[in-house]
């Protein structure tokens, strides 16, 4: 399995958390996973970014709370058939860590190549 450090952004305004790989790599195509969610590949066929729009309603987490994310890891599984994901949020809410987890199973439509991966910060 491949580990790459991450970094995010969160855009309040738009409700917009953007997770991305802080390697370096050669973007080569984004998918629509879902209405919401949007995943960036490498030329490696490796996702390297995602993009989730309406990040608090489908984390269930307080917009105000993104600012205090401690901890993120996604991991993904790419088989013939699908694509997984597995993300986990952790924020320092009220001087307690609180998860917040998101499982995601799409189609791979794309027929992107078997792939493991996980992008965890620092």
């Known amino acids: 399995m ?21 390697n370096e790599y050669e973007y080569d195509i984004s998918l629509e996973l879902e209405d919401d969610i ?9 996702p390297v970014a995602f993009e989730f729009l ?4 489908l984390f269930n987490i307080n917009k105000n709370d993104f600012s205090n994310l401690v901890h993120i890891s996604i991991q993904s599984n790419i ?17 307690k860590q609180t998860d917040f ?3 995601l199973v ?10 493991t991966s996980e992008l965890v910060t620092a």
């Open 54 to 57: 309406n990040a608090s309603k």
């Open 79 to 95: 088989t013939e058939d699908q694509i997984n994901l597995a993300i986990h949020l952790v924020a320092v809410i009220r001087n």
């Open 2 to 22: 491949s580990e790459f450090k991450i970094d995010f952004d969160y855009d309040r305004q738009f409700d917009s958390l953007f997770i991305y790989c802080s």
């Open 38 to 46: 949007v995943v960036d590949f490498d030329k490696n066929n490796v």
């Open 101 to 103: 987890d998101k499982k």
């Open 106 to 115: 799409a189609s791979n439509l794309s027929n992107i190549p078997n792939c």
